[in-house]
């Protein structure tokens, strides 16, 4: 009993100093090229989609193009003074029309996503040997920002055409940065309504109704001065707001000024910070909500 006992105190010794092998190191370069190529082939399975139905890119087009025309026409001659800097109606409208067109565009940002899920094909997604999940948004957001760019970059020509303007390079990059920041807010909301509601009918009734009241309840259409007192908290309010008076700001350098905001005066600068904070706070929110539906 005595040898027995020994031995197994013996086993159990070696059992204890046994080598542990390192674990096998994952090489950070590898994981990067598979999530790239990840999320190239779901952004090329967009474009793909988009190629062989173009009615969206055309809408997001032809909606702000004719917004631009008949409410530039409509209001042409209205008098210069009203509208706070001596600047004609065309031209006050253009920037706003510019920043609604990205607008419209990122806030449908989760229609695909969503015919996904009621197809069946996100869940074929998700059991897929992908190494990351955030692939998928990523690919999602990508895609949207660059139809969005394409969207905004058209609606600025045409509105160089109609109205006359003369910008320089460095302004459109400025605008062009503007613009890419309020659609990746925009579309991370969008996307992550995808994931939340039950169906794409949901979906559509939520852009539906969002839509036209941010729109009226900006700058877009009018200045803060033209509004009720109720309509201009709502519009200081609105992060539209900020990302329209700051492209106008670019519009017109030295004739727009600050926005008066219900707390304090806000020029240029605080203004896209305003965005990026928004931006920030949104793509946070959106990725611990899609992290819990994924658990």
């Given amino acids: ?44 399975r967009l474009y793909i989609q988009l190629y062989r139905r173009p009615a969206s890119l055309v809408s997001g087009i032809i909606q702000p193009l004719l917004w631009l025309i008949l409410f530039g026409a409509l209001f042409q001659n209205a008098p210069v003074d009203l509208l706070t800097s001596n600047i004609k109606y065309g031209d006050f409208l253009s920037p706003g029309i510019i920043v609604f067109t990205a607008f419209t565009g990122s806030i449908n940002a989760g229609l695909p996503l969503m015919f996904d899920r009621e197809f069946g094909f996100l869940n074929r997604l998700m059991v897929a040997p992908m190494k990351s999940r955030d692939s998928l948004f990523n690919s999602l957001i990508f895609f949207i920002t660059s139809t969005t760019v394409i969207q905004t970059s058209f609606i600025i020509i045409c509105s160089f055409i109609i109205f006359h303007h003369n910008i320089n390079f460095t302004n459109l990059i400025l605008i062009h940065t503007i613009i890419l920041i309020t659609t990746l807010s925009i579309a991370s909301v969008s996307i992550c309504l995808a994931f939340i509601l039950p169906g794409h009918i949901e979906l559509l009734a939520f852009i539906l109704v969002v839509n036209l009241p941010t729109l009226f309840s900006s700058t877009a259409l009018a200045p803060l001065s033209f509004m009720p007192y109720w309509l201009q908290i709502i519009a200081k309010i609105n992060p539209l707001t900020y990302a329209i008076e700051s492209t106008r700001r670019i519009y017109f350098a030295e004739q727009i000024i600050t926005i008066q905001n219900a707390w304090s005066n806000l020029n240029y600068y605080n203004s896209i910070y305003i965005l990026i904070f928004v931006n920030i706070i949104s793509f946070i929110s959106v990725k611990l909500i899609i992290s819990r539906k994924f658990e």
């Fill in 1 to 44: 009993m005595n040898v027995t006992v020994s031995t197994s105190k013996k086993s159990r010794q070696k059992m204890q100093f046994k080598k542990i092998k390192p674990r096998r190191r994952i090489d950070s370069s590898k994981h990067l090229q598979h999530s790239m190529n990840a999320i190239y082939a779901l952004t090329k």
